[in-house]
C-alpha cells in the first residue's frame, strides 16, 4: 500500500515568511491581526492580516526573475520556490502541480489594476505557475470555497495513489480585497476587533491573507523533519444552503467518519483537532455539534483564525501545516481570542500553548455551498 507524505512546506504570511517563523509566533501566541484603516481597501476601519508589501517584493526580486507579477502571483511563486528548492525534485512528467485558491487574482478586475482582466480566471493563474517554474503538466485547479486547502491535499493524495504522479506540488493563496471585504460585510460578518472562534463574546470574522505550499509525496527520502503520512480524507456537500452551514453538522459529521473509515484508526486515537473556527455565530456552533455527535468533545481543539483571520481558500493548507509542526513539537498552540464557551455544546478549546506527546491529528474545514472535508495525518517519524 502506497504511503503519501506531506513534506517539505513553507508559509508566507504577517507573521513570517517561512514555517519555522510562522509557528513561532504562533508558538508565543502572537497575532498578524491589526486595525487597518485604509480606505483603498474599504470604507471603514476593519481588522485584518495583511502581508507586507516591501518585504514581499524584496523576497521576489531575490528569485532573480524578468517579467510583470500580481501580488498574489508574487505571494505564490515565492512560496513554491522554497517547497521545490528544499526538496531537489526534477519536475518530470511525474510531478504534478495544484493551485488552490477561492478568488485568485481578483484584484485585476479593480479599475485601476494595471492587469488584463483575463488574468482574474483561475486557469491563467494556474498557467503563469507552471511556466514560471516549467512543469511538464498543467495546473489542477481547486476553488471550492474555503476548503479548497485541504481538498487540494486530499486530491493530491489520490492522484498519487492512483499512480498517476509520484510528487504534486501545492501552493495555495488567496489576497484582502474590496471585494471579499465587501462581501463578508454585506452577510454582517466583519468583524473590526481581533476574531475569538468559540467565544462567548465573538462578534465575527476577520479576513487574512497567506501564500502556503507544500509537497506531497510517495517518496520516503529527503522528508522534512515535520513530515506526515496522510492516512485518510473525506468530504461531504450537505447542501444546506448558500452560505450557512447545516444546523446540524451532517456534512461535517460524514466527512470526518469517511476519513477515520479510510485511515482505518478509532477516532479516540485523534491527539489534536485543528478546525475551521472563523468565530462567526452559525459556524463555530455547527463544529460544536458535529464534533460532539462523533464523542470529539474532550479532545484539544483549536482554531488559528485569531493569528491570521480567514483566509480563505489557502487558510486549510495553511493550517495542515501548522498541525505537522504542532505533531513534530509535541506542541499544542492556543487558540487565540477564546475566552468563554460561547456554542451549546462542550468543547475543549486549547487556551494557552502547552507540551503534549501527540502522534495523529485531525484537521476540519468547511465552507460556502454547503462544503466539508476532513482529513487526518499521522507522524511519518515518531519524535
Request: glycine share 8%.
Amino acid at each position: 500500500m502506497t504511503e503519501v507524505h506531506l513534506s517539505h512546506n513553507n508559509l508566507i504570511s504577517s507573521l513570517g515568511f517561512d514555517s519555522e517563523t510562522v509557528v513561532n509566533n504562533i508558538h508565543n501566541q502572537v497575532s498578524g491581526l491589526q486595525l487597518i484603516d485604509d480606505k483603498s481597501l474599504f470604507s471603514q476601519p476593519f481588522c485584518s492580516s495583511i502581508i507586507n508589501q516591501k518585504t514581499l517584493s524584496n523576497n521576489f526580486d531575490s528569485l532573480g526573475t524578468e517579467g510583470n507579477f500580481t501580488r498574489l502571483e508574487k505571494m505564490m511563486l515565492t512560496s513554491l520556490n522554497n517547497v521545490i528548492q528544499a526538496s531537489k525534485i526534477p519536475l518530470t512528467k511525474k510531478v504534478g502541480l495544484i493551485i488552490s485558491t477561492t478568488k485568485g487574482n481578483i484584484d485585476v478586475l479593480d479599475k485601476k489594476s494595471e492587469f488584463p482582466k483575463e488574468s482574474a480566471y483561475l486557469s491563467v493563474l494556474g498557467q503563469v505557475i507552471k511556466d514560471f517554474f516549467k512543469f511538464k503538466n498543467d495546473a489542477i485547479v481547486v476553488s471550492n470555497a474555503c476548503v479548497s486547502g485541504v481538498l487540494a491535499v486530499a486530491v493530491a493524495k489520490r492522484y498519487i495513489k492512483q499512480g498517476i504522479y509520484d510528487d504534486v506540488f501545492i501552493v495555495s493563496g488567496d489576497i484582502v480585497t474590496e471585494f471579499i471585504l465587501s462581501g463578508f460585510n454585506s452577510f454582517q460578518a466583519l468583524s473590526n476587533e481581533p476574531c475569538k472562534p468559540y467565544c462567548k463574546n465573538r462578534s465575527g470574522i476577520n479576513i487574512g491573507e497567506v501564500a502556503a505550499s507544500i509537497l506531497v509525496t510517495n517518496n520516503k527520502i529527503n522528508l522534512a523533519s515535520e513530515a506526515v503520512i496522510i492516512l485518510g480524507e473525506g468530504s461531504c456537500n450537505d447542501a444546506n444552503h448558500i452560505s450557512g452551514p447545516s444546523r446540524t453538522g451532517e456534512g461535517l459529521f460524514r466527512s470526518i467518519k469517511s476519513a477515520a473509515k479510510e485511515a482505518n484508526i478509532s477516532l479516540e486515537s485523534i491527539d489534536y483537532i485543528s478546525a475551521h473556527g472563523t468565530a462567526t455565530p452559525f459556524n463555530d456552533e455547527m463544529e460544536a455539534i458535529a464534533f460532539n455527535r462523533l464523542g470529539l468533545h474532550d479532545v484539544p481543539v483549536n482554531s488559528l483564525k485569531g493569528y491570521f483571520g480567514h483566509t480563505l481558500g489557502a487558510s486549510g493548507l495553511l493550517e495542515i501545516i501548522v498541525g505537522m509542526h504542532s505533531l513534530y513539537n509535541n506542541t499544542l498552540y492556543a487558540s487565540l481570542g477564546f475566552e468563554e464557551l460561547g456554542v451549546t455544546k462542550p468543547l475543549n478549546v486549547i487556551t494557552k500553548t502547552k507540551t503534549k506527546k501527540m502522534n495523529i491529528f485531525l484537521k476540519t474545514a468547511s465552507g460556502f455551498g454547503g462544503s466539508n472535508v476532513a482529513a487526518i495525518f499521522k507522524k511519518a517519524n515518531n519524535v
